[in-house]
C-alpha cells in the first residue's frame, strides 16, 4: 500500500525536553510537509521541503528542526525552545497530478507536553 | 484578512440531503485547488483536485472554482451520514499550500 506513515499515533513528553516526529513516505513524492493542527485555526505550516537535503521555513518554523536526507524521510523535531508544543502534527507529501496538485497526509500525530 | 476564508458551521443536514460546502480566497495567484475530508483524530483525506475554472465531478462529490469571484465550492449529494466530518479546503500558489479553517457537516439519518 502506498501512503504516508507517521509515528508515533500519541506522545507524551515533559517539558524541556526535544522529541522527534517520523514520517515516512512511499509514494515518491519530491515535496514534503510538516504542519500543526491547533482547534479553531486550521493547518500551519511549519516547514517544507521540495528536494533531499532541501527544506524552507514555514509561518511558525521558531522552536522547531527538520532533515531531508532522503526522499522518503522527513523527521521534525520539536525542541525545548517551542514555547507550546502541544498539538496535532501531520506530515504531508505531494506532486503535480493531470488535474492539478495533490497533497496528501499521514495520520498524525498528537503530541502532548506537560 | 486570512489567505482563505471558510465558514466554520457547524452545518447540520439530513441523510440525502444536497450539502453546498464554499470558501473564498483573496489572492489571485492560487492556482490549484483542493478540498479535504477530515474525521475527528485523523489526518485529511484528499476528495478532490483541481486547477481550471468550472466544474469537476467524482461519484457524489463536485468541485466548483470560480476564478474570477475568487470562490471555490464542494457540493456533496445524497449525503450519507458517513460524510458527517470536517471539510477542508485548499489552494497551492509557489510551494505553498494554504487552507481554510474547516466546516463542520453532520448528517443525521
Known amino acids: 500500500d502506498g501512503g504516508i506513515t507517521q509515528s508515533p499515533k500519541y506522545l507524551f513528553r515533559k517539558e524541556g525536553q526535544n522529541v522527534t516526529l517520523s514520517c515516512e513516505q512511499n509514494l515518491n513524492h519530491d515535496a514534503m510537509y510538516w504542519y500543526r493542527q491547533d482547534p479553531g485555526q486550521g493547518l500551519r505550516l511549519i516547514y517544507y521541503?521540495?528536494?533531499?537535503?532541501?527544506?524552507q521555513k514555514g509561518d511558525i518554523a521558531e522552536g522547531y528542526s527538520v532533515s531531508r536526507e532522503k526522499k522518503e524521510s522527513f523527521p521534525l523535531t520539536v525542541t525545548s525552545a517551542q514555547k507550546n508544543p502541544t498539538a496535532f502534527y501531520l506530515c504531508?507529501?505531494?506532486?503535480?497530478?493531470?488535474?492539478?496538485?495533490?497533497?496528501?497526509f499521514g495520520p498524525g500525530t498528537r503530541l502532548t507536553v506537560t | 484578512q486570512k489567505e482563505v476564508e471558510q465558514d466554520p458551521g457547524p452545518l447540520s443536514v439530513p441523510e440525502g440531503a444536497i450539502v453546498s460546502l464554499n470558501c473564498t480566497y483573496s489572492n489571485s495567484a492560487f492556482q490549484y485547488f483542493m478540498w479535504y475530508r477530515q474525521y475527528s483524530r485523523k489526518g485529511p483525506e484528499l476528495l478532490m483536485y483541481?486547477?481550471?475554472?468550472g466544474n469537476k465531478e467524482d461519484g457524489r462529490f463536485t468541485a466548483q472554482v470560480d476564478k474570477s469571484s475568487k470562490y471555490i465550492s464542494l457540493f456533496i449529494r445524497d449525503s450519507q451520514p458517513s460524510d458527517s466530518a470536517t471539510y477542508l479546503c485548499a489552494m497551492k500558489v509557489s510551494n505553498q499550500f494554504y487552507f481554510g479553517t474547516g466546516t463542520s457537516l453532520t448528517v443525521i439519518p
Open positions: 504531508a507529501s505531494s506532486r503535480e497530478g493531470a488535474s492539478g496538485y495533490e497533497q496528501y
Open positions: 521541503s521540495q528536494i533531499v537535503n532541501d527544506f
Open positions: 483541481t486547477y481550471s475554472s
